[in-house]
Structures are given as C-alpha cells and as structure tokens.
C-alpha cells in the first residue's frame, strides 16, 4: 500500500499554505489523517501516547449504531408492506427497500454537515473534528423516514452552525447537535414531525389500506387508549412504527454494549437514566392522575425514543454532565423528566428528546454543584489543620 | 508498622525493556553538564565563565531572587561551555572532567549542629536543590520550615529502577545520617512511604526517625505528591519538601565525608538498548559511556528519565539532576494505513476497544508516535481513573487555562505537579499537552503569590 502514502506525500505540497489547493487544506487533512495515522511525534510531556484518538472513539459510536441502522432499514420495509397491504415480500427485500429509503437521508446529512465542519475547520485553521461522524449518522435514524430531504439538509445546516460551530465547535457545544436538529424541525415544520403519517415510507402520500394507522405506540396510548397498544414483545423487538433507528430495543442494546465493553459510552447515565424513568413510572402507577398514568412503568423503556435517547444522544459526553457523580443526577433527572413530559403533557407524545435538551443546558449547572462539594472539602481541610 | 493504603486508581503502562537486575561497574564519563531546565522557575546567575578550572563542589552558579542557594559543579575539571538558546537563555553549563580535586565540606553530625548551621552546609555545598517543595514542586525556598519531608521508597513509572536494589548496592552506610540532616530541618515528621510489604532491605528498614507508610496500586502510587495527598494533603499556606531517597544518601555522605557527591544507581531501560541493566553515574554526567556500544539499530529517542516525565536529550546528552533513569525508545515517525481502526493485539492501551485489553502478555513495544491529531477536549470520566487524588483534572485544566487563580487555588493546583498529570496525558484521546498546562499554572501562582 505504500504507492497510496508515496501519491499522498506528492499532494501534500499542493494543499500547504502558498500550494494551488491552499484553500483545501482541511479537506486533504481530512482525508490523509483518516487513511494514515501520521507520522508525528510526541514532542514535550509523556513520550508515549495511547494508541487511542477521537477517530477511534467517533467510530466506535457509529458502529455501535448499525445494528439500530440495520434493524431500522428492515422496519421501513416491514410497515411499508403493512400500510400498503403487500403480502410477498421477503426479509431482505423490506431491508433492502429501507435501506434504500433511509441512503439519501444519510448521504444529506453527512454531505451538508462534513461540508460545513470542512468549511470552518479551514476557516479556524484546526484540522476536522470528528465529532460529526457520530452526528451525521444520529440524525438520519432520529428522523422520521418521509421528511424531505431540503428540510433535513436545513436542520442539519441549524443544527451544525447554530448548535455547535458558534461555540467553538465540537467539545465546546452546550446543546447535543442531533437533537438540537430534531427540535429545529419539530418546531419549525410540526405536520412532518408528529402525527400517524409520516412514520410510514409513502403513507404521506396517501393510499394506505383502510384498517391501518401509522401512529407510533405512544400516539397510540395517547389517541386510542392504552389497551390499544402494541404488545411489549412488539415494542422490544422494534416492528413498530416510530422514527427509523429508535424502534428496536434489541438493536439498541447491543448498541449499548459495544459502547459499554469500549468504555466509551457512560453506563453511569445509562444506568441512572433508566432507574429515572423506571422510578418515576412506577411512582405514577402508585399516585395515578390521568389515563396516561396507568401505563406500566418498564413501557416507558421500551416505548419511543427512550432506549435509543438513554444510550446514544443521553451519553454524549461533552453536552452531558462532565462529573461521575453529576452523571447520576443528570441521568435520573433526565430519566424523570421523560416520564414526566410524556404523561403530564397534552401536546406531544414523546418527551425524549426535549428531556435531554433541557438536561444538556442543567448539565453544567450540576457539575458546578459537585465542583464546589470538592472545594469546600479542601477548604475544610485547612480550617481543621 | 502502619496500615497499606490502597489505591485502585492509576495505570500500570506494560512498557517493553524493563532493566535486569544487574550493577555494572561504573564507566568513565569525561563530560558533564548541568541542565538550567531541570530547576523549573529559576532564573540562573552564573559564577564561572568558559575556561574557569572547578573542583567537584564548585559553585556554578546561583538563583538569582535566592542568592544564597548554590549550584555546583558535580566534578573536577574545566568549564567548556556555557549553552544559550534562543534569546540568550541559559541552556547548560558544560564541563570536561579534569584531576579529581573537590571541595572539601567537612565532617559533622547534623544532630549536633543547629537547623541554621545544617541550611549554611547545604546551601554553600550545592546539595540544597535536592530538596523540593509542594506547593509547586520547585526547589525549596529557605526562608521556610516545612510541615513536613516525604520520601517515596519506591517508583512506579513505567520501566523505573527496582528502588530496593538500588539502596542493596548504594555505596556506604549514609541513608539514617541523611534523615537525621532532614530532621534538623524540620519541626514535622518524615514521611517515608514503600510499596505495601516494606522494604528488604536492612537499611532502610532499621531507618529511626521516620513515620513508615505502605502504599499499594499502580502508577502513579509512587509519586510522592499522590502519597502526600494521601497521608497529609497540603493545603493552602502550608509547605512540605521532598527528596528523593538516592539524594538522602547524598546528603548523609556530605556529612559522613565531607564531599558533595551525588553518585547514584540508575536504570538504563527500554527497547532501544541491547542490554536494559543499572548502572553506576553521577546526575549530570553524560549518558555517551553508558549507551555506547548499547544502542539498538534505527532512529531512537534517548530520554532523562521515565518515558511519561522525562527530558528528551542527545546520545551523549547528560542525566538530568533528579533523574534515576535513562530510557530508549524508536522514534515513531512513521505512517499507519488506517491506524486507528485496526484491532490493537500488539497496541497496548487504557482503552477497552483494543483487543490487546483481553491479552496476558506483559510487556509492549511502545514509540514516540502521537497516534493521532490534537482536539478539544471531549471524553470525560476518565482522566480521573488515573488519578488517585480528589481533584477533578480537568476542571483544574480549565482553570488554568482561563488564568482564574482563585479556581485553580480551589481546584487543588497546590497539591500537583505535572507528573501527576502524566498518566491523564498519556490515555488522553485528544492528545493535549496537560503536563505542560500543569507547569504554566503552577508558573502563574507562584507570580501572583509573590
């Protein structure tokens, strides 16, 4: 391979300052460091570095997404031929379907958002955050699968710009960027965010035979009531309709555990986050109040975006608490609040998404709490010296 | 004896090239050095000029805001050189070892002296530096009593010297009339700290006058910053000294001989030499002698110390004045098709995502390689896994680099120094220079405190 190294040296002039491509350089950054590991060397402080970089960790969290990718290309197929009536199609017809139904979302995603990180990585003179990587495959699976693909590319475009470049880029981003996305649309174009249409490739089109609904189970508990709700099994597995990648808990978990066995993904807020909710389901199974209430604490888990929220977008490590004992209390907080919002709020179903916002800007507010527990421990110190 | 103190936190790094137990007899060096970089915050008034003559104990040397403290020539012979960088700083002062005539300090026995006729010993005779204070892990200042000294009797950074055979084969009996110099010193105790078990050895084991500690864990559970944290923290306007346990002996011998000499044992280690084995040398002699002839094939880094604090330095570069060890390592300038996915069988790492994780094998070759780009800062959670003090690394980091003294005051800043930190360096997927940030914050308050 080492005629690809000897292509690569010839470039390099090319992109370096005063070069014909100068205004390429992070582009070419980009690209040489992903297919290279460089040739640099440690030159002050530890003369040995861990073979671990941000490459490793981003693609580490995006392989732990392909099994929600794959089991989500299937479920676009799979509700498809359900809305539609479609009888004869295999399992790898549906996934293929899908799969090719969810492509664009993934290529627009990835080309408009790398395309703005290239922009301001040359800008800044940094080379390229791999941040986005993990971003730009969250949020084709958070969407649902009919939004065009202009609305997309805009919200990708918000969220980027908005949710993290003013900032100072990644590592500096208050709000998690996929969802600061999803809310732009949520908020911004309602009707292609909420509703028992646009779950269901083409059902916005219309033509779906006459018994189908293609609300989501918590639209469903909300609109028809809980006894008309998908099985548990059903919502375990994932054949539901909801947004493409946060249907199947089974995908999700073994998501959770590449990130786990990794150490790369917290399971103090996994952990706690899920305590949260399970907590506050069950106390609401005691207090009751309202329908929504009675729906069985573990439903909450299983249910919506919860699974896919608690381990993906909950545990992003820069917008979530930064101290191991504020994660516990940013987990449960944020567990509790997604119970909370999903049964006390008349105008939305889910409540994931806006439970981890809110949490994202608490998160700082809770780590200066824990901060200043360990200051006071040192100022104690001095006085009982 | 006291109770172990255990520590879980840390990193144990399973660097390849570890010394074999064997002293070989002392080489000849003809070229020493001493190092202005060693002593961090000093600002040098020289003593000597190129071509003055110096006997072992000749002063080289002073700190210019504490006069009194003398740096001193560690051999007989002829100033060849006086090193400047850039801007004129001072790099080192050369000297070709010539006759072998010292300065001659006189005997005494530091117990019947009083604390200010043991400080005007120490200081005239250039052994003050090996004394060193927390806060800020500088060269003590004078003017001050310390609550107490720490001795580390063990060291765990990677590949570092097996301290129970170097005090086996230090040469002569000094290391209780050491500690009696830094009982005249101090109204506190001595703290000296070994790995849990206690030492082998007769005599340090027969030590009076010190308060034992036993710790357990990995690296760095033999800094003695982590060890003070853990037995008497420092806090604000409190100042403890530490030495290093080699140096002990260097103070006994000026008292039990009348000479300065730091003549130490040393590890040479790493994969970068045929034959990893401890030697005989005096800090600031150059490593040329010992690493002739013992020098792999290939581009390596020769480095003053552990591969995680060290000075890098040239083949013939001089041992830094604190250091008792002297690693080589290839340099890691090359490239890596797709490096940073692969499985990692050969990788050794704190991260669990390499494979190498599951693997018994003890020992990896390591190289100087960066492995990867400079980023903000993005993981959390695990700078603290190794660090064993209750301190949150990173918002101290940030502290520091917002210049906010009064956080950094709360944050901890006086109980670190950068080899603390080295460990959150070495695992940091974002490859910042922490070590460098610890030193330019402790460099900060010890400007806004005076």
């Known amino acids: 391979m080492s005629f690809l190294l000897d292509k690569m040296k010839k470039m390099e002039p090319l992109f370096e300052k005063g070069g014909r491509f100068e205004k390429l350089h992070s582009v070419y950054d980009g690209f040489a460091t992903f297919l290279y590991v460089q040739d640099k060397v440690t030159t002050g402080g530890a003369h040995i570095r861990d073979y671990m970089d941000m490459k490793r960790t981003m693609i580490i969290v995006v392989i732990a997404l392909i099994p929600a990718l794959l089991f989500g290309s299937y479920n676009i197929g799979l509700q498809h031929t359900r809305a ?70 805009v919200s990708v475009a918000f969220a980027v710009i908005i949710g993290k470049e003013i900032f100072g880029g990644t590592g500096m981003n208050i709000l998690n960027p996929a969802l600061t996305a999803r809310a732009f649309l949520f908020f911004s174009y309602p009707g292609w965010m909420t509703g028992d249409k646009v779950w269901i490739e083409g059902l916005t089109k219309g033509g779906a035979i006459d018994a189908f609904s293609g609300a989501t189970p918590l639209a ?17 597995v994932g054949t539901v309709p909801g947004s ?27 952990l706690s986050m899920t305590l949260g909710a399970l907590g506050m389901g069950l106390l609401l199974n005691l207090t009751g109040g309202n329908e929504y209430t009675r729906i069985p604490a573990y439903y909450h888990l299983i249910m919506g975006g919860f699974a896919f929220g608690t ?69 104690k110190r001095v006085r009982t010296a | 004896m006291s109770t172990v103190i255990r520590l879980r936190k840390g990193l144990n790094i399973k660097l390849a090239g570890k010394a074999e137990k064997i002293l070989l007899p002392e080489t000849a060096v003809d ?32 700190d210019k805001a504490y006069p009194e403290i003398k740096y001193v020539s560690p051999v007989s012979g002829v100033i060849r050189e006086i090193i400047r960088g850039e801007k004129r700083v001072l790099t080192e002062v050369v000297i070709d070892r010539d006759g072998n005539n010292r300065v001659d300090f006189g005997i005494a026995d530091p117990l019947k002296l009083t604390r200010e006729e043991v400080k005007e010993r120490l200081l005239t005779s250039g052994m003050w530096p090996v ?159 010992i690493l002739k002839a013992n020098l792999g094939e290939g581009n390596h880094r020769v480095i003053s110390g552990n591969v995680l604090t060290g000075r890098r330095i040239a ?68 700078y603290e896994n190794v660090l064993p003090m209750d301190i949150y690394p990173i918002y101290l980091i940030k502290a520091i680099m ?49």
């Open chain 1, 84 to 153: 539609f009536g479609i009888v004869d199609w295999s399992l790898m017809q549906m996934f293929w379907f899908g799969f090719l139904k969810i492509l664009p979302l993934i290529l627009v995603s990835y080309i408009v958002g790398l395309g703005i990180e290239f922009i301001v990585a040359q800008i800044r003179g940094h080379e390229i955050n791999e941040g986005y990587l993990v971003t730009g495959m969250l949020i084709p699976l958070i969407m649902p699968i009919d939004v065009p693909l202009w609305m997309l590319a």
């Open chain 1, 220 to 236: 469903v508990a909300k609109l028809d009531g809980i006894a008309r709700m998908p099985s548990a099994m059903e919502m375990f």
């Open chain 1, 244 to 270: 493409v990648g946060e249907t199947s808990v089974i995908a999700i978990l073994i998501g959770a555990l590449i990130l786990l066995v990794t150490g790369v993904g917290s399971w103090r807020i996994m």
């Open chain 1, 311 to 379: 381990v993906f977008m909950a545990t992003d490590p820069v917008t979530a608490a930064q101290t191991n004992t504020g994660k516990y209390i940013y987990g449960a907080l944020t567990g509790i609040l997604v119970v909370v919002i999903r049964v006390f709020n008349p105008a939305y179903p889910e409540g994931t998404m806006l439970a981890i916002l809110l949490m994202n800007v608490m998160a700082p507010l809770i780590d200066h709490y824990v901060v200043q527990a360990n200051i006071r421990r040192r100022v």
């Open chain 2, 31 to 62: 070229r020493f050095g001493v190092r202005f970089a060693d002593f961090p915050g000093l600002t040098a008034r020289l003593e000597v000029r190129e071509g003055d003559r110096v006997m072992a104990g000749t002063a080289l040397f002073h």
């Open chain 2, 131 to 289: 004394l060193r204070q927390r806060p800020y892990h500088i060269v003590a200042r004078p003017g001050t009593v310390p609550r107490a000294v720490f001795i580390s009797a063990f060291d765990t950074a990677p590949l570092a010297p097996d301290i129970d055979f170097v005090m086996a084969n230090v040469h002569g009996n000094h290391l209780q009339t050491g500690i009696n110099v830094l009982s005249r010193l101090t109204d506190g105790k001595i703290h000296l700290s070994q790995e849990a078990g206690g030492s082998r050895v007769a005599e340090v084991k027969n030590l009076t006058g010190v308060e034992f500690h036993q710790f357990s864990g990995p690296h760095p559970a033999g800094n003695v910053g982590i060890q003070i944290h853990h037995i008497e923290p420092v806090s604000k306007n409190e100042v403890v000294w530490t030495v290093d346990i080699q140096d002990v002996v260097a103070l006994g011998r000026l008292f039990d001989t009348g000479f300065h000499d730091r003549e130490r044992i040393i590890a040479l280690v790493g994969t970068g030499v045929r034959h990893p084995k401890y030697h005989r040398i005096t800090p600031g002699a150059s490593v040329g002698g």
């Open chain 2, 315 to 382: 083949a013939d570069g001089s041992l830094g004045f604190y250091d008792n060890m002297v690693t080589v390592l290839p340099e890691g300038d090359y490239h890596e098709l797709l490096g940073w996915a692969t499985p990692g069988l050969k990788k050794f790492s704190y991260w669990r995502s390499f494979v190498s994780k599951l693997l018994p094998r003890k020992d990896y070759e390591m190289d100087t390689n960066l492995h990867g780009g400079r980023r903000a800062f993005v993981m959390t959670g695990h």
């Open chain 2, 402 to 450: 917002a210049g906010d003294v009064e956080q950094m005051e709360n944050l901890g800043i006086y109980e670190v120094a950068e080899e603390d930190f080295a460990l959150c360096e070495y695992i940091d997927p974002s490859k910042s220079e922490l070590q460098e940030i610890i030193r330019s914050g402790i460099n900060l308050m010890i400007k806004e405190m005076n």
